[in-house]
Nanobody
Framework: QVQLVESGGGLVQVGGSLRLSCGAS????????MGWFRQAPGKAREFVAG????????YYSDSVKGRFTISRDNARNTVYLEMNRLQPEDTAVYLC?????????????????WGQGTQVTVSS
């Protein structure tokens, strides 16, 4: 079992930056690959980024590649999402998720644990 709590969301202007954090408690953090997903109103949840258990491998959706960076600090049991050059279409609730796997899934159904989400709003 692992509990996840996101923070760092907020309101930002177009072109701005935010850094999201997701703190984990419970079972050993390195048991889990971690993912960030987002869900905008009326839209399906979508994969944003994922990171392997020790951070060696990272994965991004095409829509955020080059603008967002996922990282993790296993000593702090925390995963981060650095978001730069934000656009109105990035507006969504951002959720972190954990999966007790080796490979990083892009399908949300493969993740067993979820945080409550943090709202990111990009104003134009």
């Amino acid at each position: 079992q692992v509990q996840l709590v996101e923070s760092g969301g907020g309101l930002v202007q177009v072109g701005g930056s935010l850094r999201l954090s997701c703190g984990a408690s419970g079972r050993s953090f390195t048991t889990y690959v971690m993912g960030w997903f987002r869900q905008a109103p009326g839209k399906a949840r979508e994969f944003v980024a994922g990171i392997s258990r020790y951070g060696a491998n990272t994965y991004y959706s095409d829509s955020v590649k080059g603008r967002f960076t996922i990282s993790r600090d296993n000593a702090r049991n925390t995963v981060y999402l650095e978001m730069n050059r934000l656009q109105p279409e990035d507006t969504a609730v951002y959720l972190c998720a954990a999966a007790a796997r080796v490979a990083v899934p892009r399908d949300g159904s493969d993740y067993g644990y979820w945080g409550q989400g943090t709202q990111v709003t990009v104003s134009s």
